[in-house]
């Protein structure tokens, strides 16, 4: 079966640095999202991404967050000056066209853990 | 989104059907209820989907009775693997572009399974 895969699986880095996530969403999908989840906490929605354009983004995606399909088969998620706050588990997740027939379920990835120091 | 209501926490035994039912009263014409499952340290795995009455795949049912204001999610045998997190949503997945949507987790359900 089709899967969302992510990387890295940890990502360790220092306040204030750049980090990328990156994703591979399921081939044939056209829409895209990130979610995190603090430990302990729930699965927060941040952005959802459809014709190359953000469709819906949360209060929690700031002008330091950016998202972008640079190519055919990767999603990326870039925080531009990371803060300790940002420690989360951050999922990628995608799903079909279903505007011609039954509504799409959305597919997520195991995450990648971003630890800031 | 409309606002679900499900168990905090759950136990059971290997081999015992589990229930889980979720409360959805503002449900709208357009929503459909679907179920996700988390492990620890892992993404949200969908589970199952539907509109109204049951739903049965190789992993679950899903029962929803006429008026659609909850809906129960039943795992048949369960082992000690299907120890997780169990999240019940309930939305018009579709979205504005006719394709979708965020989705808005809640705290969950938390099943432990024991021998």
């Known amino acids: 079966e089709p899967e969302v895969t992510q990387t890295p699986s940890h990502q360790v880095t220092q306040m204030g640095q750049e980090v990328i996530l990156r994703c591979v969403p399921i081939?044939?999908?056209?829409?895209f999202y990130w979610y995190r989840q603090i430990l302990g906490q729930k699965v927060e929605f941040l952005v959802s991404?459809?014709?190359?354009?953000?469709?819906?983004k949360s209060e929690i995606f700031d002008d330091q967050f950016s998202v972008e399909r640079p190519d055919g088969s990767n999603f990326t998620l870039k925080i531009r000056s990371t803060k300790l706050e940002d420690s989360a588990m951050y999922f990628c997740?995608?799903?079909?066209?279903?505007?011609?027939?039954?509504?799409?379920?959305?597919?997520f990835g195991d995450g990648t853990r971003l630890s800031i120091l | 989104l409309a606002k679900t209501t499900q168990p905090i926490s759950m136990d059971s035994y290997e081999g015992q059907e589990v229930n889980i039912t979720c409360s959805h009263n503002?449900?709208?014409?357009?929503?459909?209820i679907t179920w996700y499952q988390q492990f620890p340290s892992q993404g949200p795995r969908f589970i199952i989907q539907?509109?109204?009455t049951k739903v049965t795949n190789e992993v679950a049912s899903l029962f929803i009775p006429a008026d659609r204001k909850s809906s129960t999610l039943s795992l048949p045998r369960v082992s000690l693997s299907d120890t997780a997190v169990y999240y019940c949503l309930v939305g018009d997945m579709r979205g504005i572009t006719g394709g979708g949507n965020k989705l808005t987790f809640g705290t969950g359900t938390q099943l432990k399974v024991e021998l």
């Open positions: 081939s044939n999908h056209l829409y």
């Open positions: 539907g509109y109204k």
């Open positions: 991404f459809y014709n190359n354009e953000i469709s819906e």
């Open positions: 997740a995608s799903s079909g066209r279903s505007d011609r027939g039954p509504n799409q379920p959305q597919h």
């Open positions: 503002n449900i709208a014409t357009n929503d459909y």
